[in-house]
């Protein structure tokens, strides 16, 4: 069953709130419940998901500033000028830009069409 965006979010919230509230000394599971106002068996079953879970779980992916985005235009245009990131027919090689870049195709079509 596929879980929505949004029970995905509220679910690593509660295990971040879960991990803070055992490092500040609350370890029982019934007084875990009873501050995160959730059942036992939830609380059970985060603490189980808390074993598995590494330091990266525990963070939110940020979107990137405006700056990122220019610099990455920016390389992408000086990409265009260079004869390495085009085929022997002189059509451009966008599989090995993005994967240079790290980025998606339509970031770099959009620089390509102007946007």
Same mark, same amino acid.
């Given at each position: 069953?596929?879980?929505?965006?949004?029970?995905?979010?509220?679910?690593?919230?509660?295990?971040?709130?879960?991990?803070?509230?055992?490092?500040?000394?609350?370890?029982?599971?019934?007084? %875990?419940?009873?501050?995160?106002?959730?059942?036992?068996? #939830? @609380?059970?079953? /985060? &603490?189980?998901?808390? $074993?598995?879970?590494?330091?990266?779980?525990?963070t939110f992916q940020t979107?990137?500033?405006?700056?990122?985005?220019?610099?990455?235009?920016?390389?992408? %245009?000086?990409?265009?000028?260079?004869?390495?990131?085009? #085929? @022997?027919?002189? /059509? &451009?090689?966008?599989? $090995?830009?993005?994967?240079?870049?790290?980025?998606?195709?339509?970031?770099?079509?959009?620089?390509?069409?102007?946007?």
């Amino acid at each position: 069953m596929k879980i929505s965006y949004h029970r995905r979010r509220k679910i690593k919230i509660r295990r971040i709130v879960i991990r803070d509230l055992i490092l500040q000394g609350i370890e029982e599971p019934k007084e %875990l419940a009873k501050e995160l106002k959730v059942t036992l068996p #939830t @609380i059970k079953r /985060d &603490l189980e998901a808390l $074993k598995t879970m590494s330091d990266e779980d525990f963070t939110f992916q940020t979107k990137q500033t405006s700056q990122e985005i220019l610099d990455k235009k920016d390389m992408i %245009l000086k990409m265009l000028d260079d004869e390495n990131y085009y #085929t @022997i027919n002189g /059509d &451009l090689n966008i599989s $090995k830009i993005s994967k240079e870049l790290n980025t998606s195709r339509v970031t770099i079509m959009s620089v390509l069409n102007g946007e």
